[in-house]
């Protein structure tokens, strides 16, 4: 049987359920070596995993799709690395090995063919990865957006915001083509709404690249706040994002 017809994805739970026993963090030796020896039904299922991509020379081929796994999984958001050399699982990890682990089914199968993710063949994962997200952002990885990757414009920006929207106690008004971008309402504390102007943005220092006027708009939304200085308010989705990641 051909090692093309293991694909790296079905390294993913392994690398998850080796992090867990390992404390939640661990080397990358060690995580191999966890893999080897606890998975071996998946080396006595496809042997030829165990041997390199050239004869005699090249990445063993599994420890390589492992590379691939990890590069896929950090995308994601459920892998981090503190340290060189060192592997964490975010909480993000955490809750899709709880998932599989209650009822033996993994959340993110097939997504990989939604995110297209590149097909391996012995090559560098770091480098296919960077030019996927140069291309289309990196994977977004929240599961209640049903967006896949960030935005890597004004219009992602927008398309994100709309599905955020109730969440952050918007209503969409009116979307024109015109500054300012949107006519919103949102709910204050006192469950009252109230109008804002905003200006969309990729990044919030494209406010002040575009000549706008700060005194006809109430509110930047961007992805990236780079303009500490803004004299409006700036939501910036990025960390709100990152905030549902984290929960």
Known sequence: MSQENFKYFAFEIPILEALSELGGKAEIDKI???IRKNKSNIFNEYPEI?????????????KNKIRWAREYMKHKGQLEFPERGVWRMTSAGTERLRLW???????????????????EKGGEPE????????NHGNILGVKIIPIVYEPINEQGVILLFTALAERLSFLIVAIRPQFPDAQLARKNEDGIYKDVRVEF??????FKLHGHDYK????IICWEHDWKKSPIEVLELKS????LRNN
Request: one cysteine or more.
């Open 32 to 34: 191999y070596d966890w």
């Open 50 to 62: 165990l041997g390199r991509y050239k004869e005699g020379e090249g990445d063993v081929i599994w």
């Open 101 to 119: 682990k209650n009822n033996g089914k993994d959340p993110d199968a097939g997504l990989e063919s939604v995110i297209q993710v590149p097909e």
């Open 127 to 134: 480098r296919a990865f960077e030019i996927l997200s140069h």
């Open 201 to 206: 943005e990729f990044k919030s220092s494209n």
């Open 216 to 219: 006809r708009c109430d509110l």
């Open 240 to 243: 709100e994002v990152d905030k």
